[in-house]
């Protein structure tokens, strides 16, 4: 029992320290994420500006590279400097390779916080179109102090590229109207003038009026803009706006007017209707971009007094053939007003017969909405005309197509229209005045004369059998009419009939070719007619070589005109111009430049350059021909100039080839020996080279005027690369205590000073026990590749064990071990049989004491501990006890007997158990006494009656062990 009571004291001990000991624990915070930002740019078409890379939470930060890309076809990084957020770092930067911008930086005591890197400063390389083109940045790698990798974002830049600001022309338009005080159904013109238009070649032209006040009725484009080399386009289909579009390939200086409108007026109130003109895309014969004024015209309207004449509501007339198709048109006089009504069209069906029927294409845009009767075959045509706010305008209803029946005389047949339910937009009743019309049918024919240049003389539309009258032929200069080239009498059919006119063989106009030389040269027309004049276009006299087409037109007064043609050629005279080769010794006066010529220059109007190539040292240089003349076919012929100098002897230099191995120092070139007589100078190509490499040398001697030139050397600098020292990678022997170990490289900066990139694969760090080995590879484009190697060792930790390290939870059946170490590897033994890995004992006997034998076995970081054993006893059940108060459902004498077992075993239960069994019995007990009383009762019943009977004392304390049994007591009555 004393050891059971020892135990969960221990146990209860224990589970308090490890409260006292616990310290409150606090959510990690992870640190923000690095990122390395390029900014956004604006920059002109054909300028230059900067950008900023910049880094923002860096947290010691010792190595970082990165690359950025950009569009090489249309930009080039001409300036590139590092910001103060790097100083005392070693940084490395390169735009050699176009496209790409290579960064690198080292910083041995790191670097933290957000600043600027790098400005970068770029310029156009090409044209290179309006839009965004993105900087792409790659960040390559990224360490810490203690090499540890560092996961940085990149956030992408980019380039806007917007237009030049461009100062423009500035036009000045100004606008006019033909009349004033305007009145419902006025018609008026509207006109835009400049007197400066400054090479106008381009222009839209948008124009805005109000569609309730007044309606287009037609757009006129002037002279001045429609020309031979223009084009231009009119949209007015959408009421209140108009839209001008024009064009030319020559640019014009003035308009007056530039564009006509013809408006009709819709309004019948007095009010100020504005029309304005706003203009755009404008562009001179250069295509350079102009602007334009807006022009804002007020057109003052009147009230028309009322009139006692009622508009026409008409038919269009016709006259024509039998058997051809016809349109009449039913038309509407303007300030009608009319919102509704009902009309009929009445027509002979024994003359005609109706083909379609087609609404006016201007009711919809009016306002307006025509419906009529499909069945239109019957002699009449019905329909209904709707305008809510009434028609004011001129309008055009219907377009009726009849076609003749077979008819085979000539009718003149009646159309006539009349109307209902005619109202205004008030539904006043409004009067029309409807006229009819005849129609005149017959056979009808087109006869046209032309002259000789196909010139219409004469179109007549003649009915079946009229006469057909020829008009008078015109005459023509030096031909003479001779026939029409068909015959006629009657109009019987459509005839096209063209004058025939005989020209005077002797008059003639021949082309010829002549060959320039500087005297005029004329062509003529032979054999003019007397009385003629003639004029030549646009000469008929030329000088210069050149093509001329010439027009001859001979004129006289009542006659038409005689057109000739002819061309006239003056080719080109040809001369070749050769300059003459020229030798003189250093040192004498240079001989005058003289030349030779094949071929005839007239006048001296050639003039011929003779030019020597610059230098008076000995060598050889070209005598330069210069003549040109538009008259002239020229062949030059160059020319040689020698000046004679003396040799000089190089025997004494030599230039060779230098190799040296990389130590970070600037290394030269240059030729060994004196420099001979003659030589004042050495010039030498790129000599210079400070990394690991080779260049090619080119020596160039300078010498003396009047010594010949002496050959260029060449050879090369090498150096290279060196090996890399003072760099060690170390590892070390530790034994594993949950820290964590690495690998140490000594540092990245050679012997000379550089810094070296690193590469390695694995990892630098570890905690768990265990043999790791590691290469780093140190490179730097001066040295070779180094590759260190180290090994790191963490043996596992030796383990010892007590009693004191655990905790036993002992139940009925079942024994709990509990180890307060990090290595939670138990292994365990009953009585010294079969060791179990686990922490919990199952299926033991109740109140049984057992030998418990554990150790800890072996695990990765951990070795196999020593072994200990400690003496438990598991606890009774509770359940037993529970059954033995249950059964006693009815009281009796024997229940004491229960009630004395429970608390006899009652403190072998386990501490959680034995209150519950307590409270159990102890009511128990509590219905026992009630029954010993009623049994003593009956003794006091009995005493009376002189019954002989003992009391039974009421078991108030059997937990303390004092009880008189009943039944004892009664064997004595």
């Known amino acids: 029992m004393s050891k059971m009571i020892k135990a969960c004291i221990l146990c209860i001990l224990s589970f308090a320290s490890i409260l006292m000991s616990i310290e409150p624990v606090h959510a990690e915070e992870n640190p923000p994420q690095t990122v390395i930002t390029v900014s956004q740019t604006t920059i002109q078409q054909g300028s230059s500006s900067s950008m900023t890379v910049y880094i923002d939470n860096a947290l010691n930060l010792a190595a970082l590279s990165f690359d950025l890309y950009y569009d090489e076809s249309f930009f080039d990084i001409y300036y590139v400097y590092t910001q103060s957020f790097l100083y005392n770092t070693n940084t490395s930067f390169n735009h050699d390779i176009d496209g790409v911008l290579h960064f690198s930086m080292v910083s041995l005591d790191g670097i933290s916080g957000s600043g600027g890197l790098l400005s970068i400063y770029f310029q156009f390389t090409g044209e290179a179109p309006i839009g965004e083109y993105p900087i792409l940045i790659a960040v390559n790698d990224a360490f810490d102090i203690n090499l540890n990798p560092i996961d940085i974002n990149g956030v992408n830049g980019k380039i806007n590229v917007v237009a030049p600001q461009v100062i423009y022309e500035q036009l000045y338009l100004y606008s006019g109207i033909s009349k004033d005080n305007l009145y419902l159904g006025d018609t008026f013109d509207y006109y835009i003038n400049s007197y400066n238009l400054k090479k106008l070649s381009a222009g839209n032209f948008e124009i805005y009026y109000d569609k309730n006040q007044l309606q287009v009725n037609s757009v006129n484009i002037s002279s001045y803009l429609a020309t031979s080399n223009s084009i231009y386009s009119v949209n007015s289909s959408l009421p209140g706006y108009i839209n001008i579009s024009y064009a030319s390939v020559s640019g014009i200086d003035y308009a007056y007017p530039m564009f006509t409108i013809s408006f009709t007026v819709l309004s019948d109130e007095n009010s100020n209707s504005n029309i304005l003109m706003k203009s755009k895309n404008l562009y001179n014969e250069s295509l350079e971009v102009m602007l334009a004024n807006d022009v804002n015209t007020s057109v003052q309207l009147l009230e028309r007094e009322e009139t006692s004449s009622f508009p026409d509501l008409y038919i269009t007339g016709y006259q024509g053939s039998l058997t051809e198709p016809f349109d009449v048109y039913v038309k509407l006089e303007s ?35 025509i419906s009529y009767n499909p069945t239109f075959d019957q002699g009449s045509v019905r329909f209904s005309y709707i305008n809510e706010n009434g028609i004011i305008v001129e309008e055009t209803l219907l377009k009726i197509t009849f076609i003749p029946k077979s008819l085979t005389a000539s009718v003149n047949s009646l159309l006539s229209i009349s109307g209902t339910g005619v109202v205004d937009e008030y539904f006043n009743a409004i009067s029309l005045d409807y006229q009819q019309t005849t129609i005149e049918l017959g056979q009808y024919y087109t006869i046209i004369f032309l002259d000789s240049n196909n010139q219409i003389i004469s179109q007549q539309y003649l009915k079946e059998s009229d006469p057909i009258i020829a008009p008078e032929p015109p005459l023509k200069v030096g031909s003479v009419f001779s026939q029409w080239s068909e015959t006629f009498n009657l109009a019987t059919k459509n005839q096209t009939i063209s004058a025939i006119y005989v020209i005077d063989e002797s008059i003639q106009f021949h082309p010829e070719t002549f060959t320039y030389d500087s005297t005029e040269h004329t062509i003529y027309v032979n054999n003019i007619p007397a009385g003629s004049t003639i004029t030549y276009s646009p000469s008929n006299r030329f000088t210069a070589s050149g093509s001329y087409d010439i027009t001859a037109t001979i004129s006289m007064e009542g006659q038409d005109d005689l057109i000739l043609n002819a061309t006239m050629v003056i080719e080109k005279a040809s001369v070749v111009i050769t300059a003459e080769n020229k030798e003189s010794n250093f040192g004498s006066p240079l001989l005058d430049l003289t030349y ?34 538009q008259n002239y076919n020229i062949v030059l012929n160059q020319g040689t100039y020698t000046i004679v100098g003396l040799d000089i002897d190089m025997s004494g230099i030599t230039f060779q080839n230098v190799e ?40 160039h001697f300078v010498v003396l005027e009047g010594m010949n030139p002496v050959d260029n050397m060449v050879a090369s600098l090498t150096i290279n690369k060196a090996t890399i020292e ?3 990678l170390e590892g070390g022997t530790y034994v594993y205590d949950g820290t964590q170990r690495q690998f140490v490289l000594s540092g990245i900066v050679t012997q000379f000073g550089d810094t070296v990139d690193v590469s390695y694969s694995g990892s630098l760090s570890y905690v768990d026990a265990g043999n790791y080995s590691l290469e780093v590879i140190l490179s730097n484009k001066n040295y070779h590749t180094l590759t260190l190697s180290s090994s790191l060792v963490i043996s ?83 359940s037993t006890l529970m059954n033995i108060i249950n059964q006693n459902s009815s009281i009796t004498l024997s229940t004491y007997d229960d009630i004395q077992s429970v608390l006899e075993s009652i403190d072998k239960l386990h501490p959680d158990d034995q209150e519950s069994v307590n409270t159990a019995v102890q009511a128990l007990i509590a219905r026992y006494d009630l029954f010993i009383s009623e049994i003593n009762l009956e003794y006091e019943t009995a005493a009376k009656i002189k019954t002989s009977a003992f009391p039974l004392v009421v078991i108030y304390s059997l937990s303390s062990g004092i009880v008189m049994l009943w039944f004892r007591r009664r064997k004595f009555l």
């Open 596 to 629: 030779t010529t094949t071929g005839t220059i007239y006048n001296d109007e050639v003039i011929i350059t003779l030019v020597k190539e610059e230098g008076l040292s000995a060598g050889t240089y070209t005598i330069y021909v210069e003549a040109s003349n």
């Open 335 to 369: 300030g009608s007003r009319i919102a509704a009504g009902d009309f009929i069209l009445s027509y002979n069906t024994n003359h005609l017969t109706v083909s379609s029927i087609e609404i006016g294409e201007q009711v919809q845009t009016h306002g307006g909405y």
């Open 660 to 699: 040296y191995s990389y130590d970070g120092t600037l290394k030269t070139l240059v030729i060994s020996g004196l420099l001979p007589q003659g030589v004042t100078n050495v010039e030498y190509s790129d000599n210079q080279l400070t990394d690991a490499g080779s260049i090619s040398v080119i020596a």
């Open 726 to 728: 003072g760099i060690t």
């Open 796 to 878: 596992k930790q030796v383990v010892t064990i007590s009693i004191d390290d655990f905790t036993f939870n002992v139940q009925s059946n079942q024994i709990t071990i509990i180890h307060e170490g990090e290595n939670p590897n138990i292994f365990y033994s009953i009585n010294g049989v079969d060791y179990i890995s686990g922490e919990i004992i199952d299926s033991l006997l109740e109140s049984h004491t057992y030998i418990v034998s554990i150790y800890i076995g072996e695990t990765t970081n951990y070795q196999l501990s020593n072994m200990i054993s400690i003496e438990l006893t598991t606890y009774g059940s509770s």
